[in-house]
Structures are given as structure tokens and as C-alpha cells.
């Protein structure tokens, strides 16, 4: 299949560098695949199109303050961006600018707060980091303190923005779990959610659901290869809880609504790990642990979600991959038609990517 079938041109006041002003006055464009109608809302009215009894699986995952800062001993100056625990809870993998010249000098660090040891250049760009704290006991505590979001690069942020500290609040979901600061980018379709309108959808008869996914630096990566089966998908941790995944494999009271692409990709690659390798996957209390390496793309079917909250995705991205086969499940039609929806919200200004508007799809 031609990765170019997945391109299309957004003009660039599309991108969205702030979030709406509250949570739920973000945009929603709602899309029924029964009878191809659209409608233009607002996220707070939500409630008034989701199914009767629905039951929406979100991500807890908490966005970590992934990117820290730190001096080589020549003076030079390093920025850190850490990707996932190593070995241990003081070894992790980084991205590192520069890369080169830091690998080459063997350490970084912050005097009285930390120092770092370049312990290894991995295949992919990255480099295995080993933390000594000064202050602090664990890597997470020392980017809590010393760090900033690490908002995509799409989203322009200068030196000392005074918009960073609304980021720390605002690239975090209402519902993050902090003890699972593992993700270093912002499940961005529960962004949108706030506690009164969680309570009022749970008022209505709506359940919630939790899982985790430890949402990587790959969610970003375009596809580059001229053949979408060529694509080296990159693998995420999850965790689905027992409770949760046995609410899943139940079609039963009502439709199940993925509140994010990362949530979709957990339920997906679960349901198809514990048909084909139950072993591999399932723990002794019946809930999920794995690492996802799941591509989605047309004309993919789906095992456990009928609905999909989602935002608006980069060109040639792996997800705007997995929301056209949504669209149309075992058929390639929803390729052409995810486009018409583009061109449709960039017609009515919808904003777009992490900070921007959101799609239901029923």
C-alpha cells in the first residue's frame, strides 16, 4: 500500500500551539459510519452522541517532565530527553543533542543535582544513560524537579515561555495516575476530558475504564518508507487490568468507546495476543502486560472497540493509519474518506495535532 495515499497538506495555522481555553470547549467533529453524516459540536456536548451505556477505556498514563538539561565537562550544553527505564531505575534510554559529542565525552549533569554517565549508543539513535542524583532518589524524581513537557516539536515553545507552566497542567489528563509517570507524550484524546464532565457522562450511564500505555517518542515518527508494510513499528509497554480486560472481552451492555489511538493499540494488540499466546500475556490475575507492536492500517478489522474518540493526526503518521481502517473496517474505503473528513475540519478551522480539536467516530 503507497504511504502516499496517507499524505495531505496542512496549512500551518492549523496546528494548534495552546489548548482551548477549558478542556471540553475544544471542537468535536462527530462522525457516524452508518449513514456517512457529520456534526459539528463541542467537546463538552459529547454526552448528547455517545451511545447509551457506553463504556470508555482510557489511558492513565501520566506524561513524564521528560526533558532535562545538563553541561558536559568542557561546558558544552546537553539536552536530555529520556525515553524509557534501562536495566534499572537509575539506567535509562535517552535521546541526547548532541548526541555525538556527548557519547564521545562519556558524561553530563547539573552540579548538586545530578551526573550522568553515556554508558552505551544504541541502534535507533539512542543512548543508555546510567543517573547518579544528588538530591533526589530516581531519574522521574530528577526530571520532576529539573525538567519541562516534552511537548512535540510541532508545538514552538522559546527559552523560559511562560506558557510552560500552563503545559505542565494542561499535557496531563484529569485522570493521569502519577504513580505511572511513564510516557513521554500526552495521550492527547483524554485532554479534552474534565472531572464535571466525567461525572455528568457517568451520571448518564456511561462507564470508565483504565489501562496504561507508555506512550513513546515513536507515536511521532512519519512514515518514511514508500510501502506502509514496510514500516518498522515502534513497541510501547502496556498494562490492562483484570477488571478492565474482562470488561472488554464482553460485548456486552454496550458499545466500547477507545478514548485515544494508544488505547485502541492496547485493546487491539491484547485481544490478539490472548487468542493467539494467552501464556505470553496474561498474568496470574488475569490482567494484561505486553509490549505492543501492533500495526494498524487498512483494511484492518477490530476485535474489541466500536467507537474511537481521537484528535487530528500528521500526515503519513501510523495513526492516521489505524483511524482510516477504523473508519471502514476490512475495506480500504475509509482512506479516501478519513481525507474528505480533513479537508472538511481544515475548511471549518478545526485545530489540529496534541493541543488541537477531537473526532468521535461511532
Given amino acids: 500500500m503507497d504511504s502516499a495515499l496517507f499524505d495531505y497538506h496542512l496549512p500551518a495555522e492549523c496546528i494548534a500551539q495552546e489548548p482551548a481555553v477549558t478542556r471540553d470547549a475544544s471542537r468535536l467533529m462527530v462522525v457516524n459510519r452508518a449513514d456517512r453524516t457529520v456534526t459539528h459540536t463541542h467537546f463538552a456536548a459529547i454526552g448528547e452522541h455517545l451511545p447509551s ?42 535521546l541526547l543533542k548532541p548526541g555525538k559529542k556527548t557519547f564521545q565525552g562519556g558524561q553530563f549533569g547539573v552540579e548538586g543535582e545530578y551526573t550522568a554517565e553515556v554508558l552505551e549508543a544504541g541502534s535507533n539513535g539512542n543512548y543508555r544513560v546510567r543517573f547518579h542524583p544528588v538530591r533526589v532518589e530516581s531519574v522521574t524524581d530528577i526530571s520532576e524537579r529539573l525538567g519541562i513537557m516534552p511537548l512535540p516539536p510541532y508545538i514552538e515553545r522559546i527559552a523560559n515561555d511562560p506558557r510552560q507552566t ?13 504513580d505511572k509517570r511513564v510516557a513521554v507524550a500526552a495521550p492527547t484524546a483524554g485532554l479534552h476530558f474534565t472531572p464535571e464532565l466525567i461525572d455528568e457522562l457517568t451520571a448518564s450511564g456511561a462507564t470508565f475504564h483504565d489501562l496504561t500505555l507508555q506512550v513513546g517518542i515513536g507515536t511521532f515518527h512519519p512514515i518514511q518508507v514508500d510501502q506502509i508494510e514496510a514500516h518498522n513499528i515502534h513497541r510501547e509497554w502496556y498494562e490492562i487490568p483484570t ?10 451492555p454496550g458499545p466500547r468507546i477507545a478514548v485515544g489511538t494508544t488505547s485502541v493499540r492496547s485493546i487491539e494488540d491484547a485481544m490478539r495476543r490472548t487468542q493467539n499466546a494467552p501464556e505470553t500475556c496474561l498474568t496470574p490475575s488475569g490482567s494484561v502486560q ?11 478489522q477490530f476485535a474489541a472497540v466500536d467507537g474511537l474518540i481521537t484528535n487530528f493526526h500528521l500526515p503519513k503518521s501510523t495513526l492516521l493509519c489505524l483511524v482510516s481502517a477504523f473508519l471502514t473496517p476490512g475495506s480500504e474505503d475509509g482512506i479516501p474518506w ?20 477531537a473526532m468521535l467516530i461511532l
Wanted: hydrophobic residues 40%.
Fill in 243 to 252: 477488571d478492565a480486560y474482562r470488561t472488554l472481552q464482553n460485548p456486552e
Fill in 166 to 178: 500552563d503545559d505542565n497542567e494542561r499535557y496531563q489528563t484529569v485522570y493521569a495516575d502519577y
Fill in 290 to 300: 505486553a509490549e505492543a507492536d501492533i500495526f494498524i492500517f487498512p483494511p484492518a
Fill in 53 to 94: 451505556n457506553a463504556r470508555l477505556f482510557r489511558n492513565n498514563a501520566a506524561v513524564l517532565k521528560a526533558r532535562i538539561f545538563g553541561t558536559r565537562p568542557t561546558g558544552g550544553k546537553v539536552e536530555c530527553l529520556l525515553l524509557q527505564p534501562a536495566e534499572d531505575a537509575v539506567t535509562w534510554w535517552c
Fill in 338 to 357: 478519513l481525507m474528505e473528513l480533513y479537508a472538511e475540519a481544515i475548511a471549518h478551522k478545526y485545530r489540529f495535532y496534541s493541543y488541537g480539536d
